[in-house]
């Protein structure tokens, strides 16, 4: 099979490996889509802790397709059935998983079902405790924002949308938003929060931008005794905070990452029943496709962000 090999930073290299055999507790997916995520692009730039070359398919761990082959002691599980997997070797023809990181999609749709970022986003959802009536910013709109917006407009919320692209503004206010503003109008943009809010600024923020500047204009909309919720992947280094602020406002601040496997299937799960019950939707936010054969270019546009990008995807499958 092909499979897509990080051999240093920035080059991946496409390379003919043996087809994986799944053990007798495994399934075996033939991959058709591979997210790349945030996450994904510090291990393309390069850092002194990486180890390269990467093993093959790695770091894609946003994979859906459909089971080409089970393990001999898997039931409840079909050949031709369309699911999700929580793995770390997407950007490959096929990936294998336990069975219990093998997650079933209910809902089919034109736009591919990315089983691990819509699982953190109903993870994060959870934890942020978002209430009806509440004043909620995410700031930083991207796929994993616009499905937090999505969630938190369902739940009865005032969301206010916060980024640089006018292009995820525009998504925002389709997907539901009371309102949008451009974080490159910073003073502008915190007169409005406290004219709308009677000064008091926002009970719930989520920070899902993952850069020194989103977590300062997180702070800076945060309300006394408000909640913060960090669904940014902060990975480029350290990070400075306003504790006098935090302190001061008396606010908690949540750090809505998982390390649970357990947890992230449930996320998953979660996510399935909530494309089927309409509470998130899909169409639109995947903006870029490209083939196994570009996805060094997938991981330039992922890293560039242009306007009109929300989210870049690698169709896999020979």
């Known amino acids: 099979m092909r499979a897509a090999v990080l051999v240093h930073p920035r080059r991946f290299e496409l390379q003919q490996v043996d087809v994986p055999e799944p053990k007798p507790d495994e399934v075996r997916m033939k991959v058709e889509y591979c997210g790349i995520c945030s996450s994904n692009l510090t291990p393309w730039k390069g850092a002194p802790w990486f180890s390269y070359p990467f093993s093959p398919g ?15 002691k898997i039931t409840g599980i079909a050949i031709g059935q369309s699911v999700s997997m929580l793995g770390n070797g997407g950007f490959a023809d096929y990936q294998v998983a336990k069975a ?14 990315l089983g691990e970022p819509l699982g953190c986003a109903m993870n994060i959802f959870r934890r942020a405790q978002v209430r009806e009536g509440q004043w909620v910013a995410i700031v930083g709109v991207g ?9 938190c407009v369902n739940a009865g919320a005032n969301v206010v949308a916060v980024s640089r692209r006018q292009s995820a503004l525009e998504m925002a206010a389709r997907m539901g938003a009371s ?14 929060m406290r004219k709308i809010t009677g000064e008091k600024l926002c009970d719930v923020v989520i920070e899902a931008g ?5 977590l300062d204009l997180s702070s800076d909309l945060i309300g006394t005794r408000g909640r913060l919720v960090v669904a940014g992947y902060h990975q480029d280094g350290p990070r400075s ?3 006098q602020e935090w302190n001061w406002r008396g606010i908690d601040v949540i750090n809505a990452h998982e390390r649970d496997e357990t947890i992230y299937v449930e996320g998953i799960r979660a996510a399935v029943e909530a494309l089927a019950k309409g509470r998130i939707r899909l169409q639109g936010l995947v903006s870029h496709y490209f ?27 020979s």
Do not use: W, Y
Not at 58 to 72: K, R, W
Not at 143 to 151: K, R, V
């Open 58 to 72: 790695a770091p894609g761990h946003e994979s859906s397709g459909v089971v080409d082959q089970l393990g001999t």
């Open 143 to 151: 796929f994993l924002g616009t499905i937090l917006l999505q969630l």
């Open 210 to 214: 993952g850069a020194q500047e989103t």
């Open 291 to 317: 083939p196994l054969e570009q996805i060094d270019e997938g991981f330039e546009t992922a890293a560039l962000r242009p306007e009109g990008f929300c989210k870049c995807v690698v169709r896999c499958g």
């Open 241 to 243: 905070i306003k504790m």
């Open 179 to 192: 309102l949008t503003l451009s974080c490159e109008k910073r003073a502008e943009l915190l007169e409005t």
């Open 100 to 113: 219990n990181c093998v997650i079933p999609i209910s809902i089919l749709s034109d736009e591919p079902f």
